[in-house]
């Protein structure tokens, strides 16, 4: 979802940035924006800032889609602002930016930080500083081989740590502390 809270503002304000410093770029904003007012607002900033063709509201799309514009992409974004529980959790966004082996700027909060700082897959942003945001792209867009090593560690920990095989054996090691037993997961009783 395309949101104020979720730093619309900043990502379209920080491709102006870079366009004044000719690092053309292109932003894609995925997903639907909400509320609807909020649509006419982020289009007129679009508009203000002559940023028509570099910065594109795709709408909703499918999962399929958004894993095509994945795979055009070379940085991945969530400047999300300080609201509700986004300062102590790290999104899906995060999962599949990684998987799909691309560097991520993301929020300064301290979780998230230490969690791109453990991993070795993005770099950290104040989300309500375009200029600081569009230094971090810039950063990743003048360094490819950074880019390329962020996204390849990215990809390594989802392979080895976030994934199904290693939470259902988490899920399952809880299931039987839980129970007092032994507890087959269900692959293994269908073999």
């Not at 230094?135 to 392979?159: F, H, S």
């Not at 095989?165 to 087959?184: C, D, I, P, Q």
């Amino acid at each position: 979802m395309i949101h104020r809270v979720r730093g619309a503002v900043e990502m379209v304000k920080a491709v102006a940035i870079l366009q004044r410093q000719n690092l053309g770029c292109r932003l894609y904003l995925v997903g639907p924006v909400r509320p609807a007012g909020f649509r006419q607002e982020i289009e007129q900033l679009i508009k203000d800032c002559g940023l028509q063709g570099r910065v594109i509201l795709t709408g909703r799309v499918s999962q399929e889609e958004v894993y095509r514009y994945y795979a055009k992409a070379d940085v991945a974004l969530a400047p999300l602002h300080p609201w509700g529980n986004y300062r102590e959790m790290a999104g899906n966004k995060f999962y599949e930016y990684m998987s799909a082996g691309l560097p991520m700027v993301v929020s300064h909060f301290p979780a998230w930080e230490n969690f791109v700082r453990e991993h070795g897959c993005g770099l950290t942003v104040d989300p309500r500083d375009p200029h600081d945001l569009a230094e971090k792209i810039a950063y990743l867009c003048r360094n490819p081989e950074l880019r390329r090593t962020m996204g390849e560690k990215g990809m390594q920990a989802c392979r080895l740590k976030y994934n199904w095989e290693v939470e259902e054996a988490k899920l399952f090691r809880l299931y039987e502390k839980l129970m007092g037993s032994s507890v087959r997961p269900r692959s293994e009783s269908l073999r």
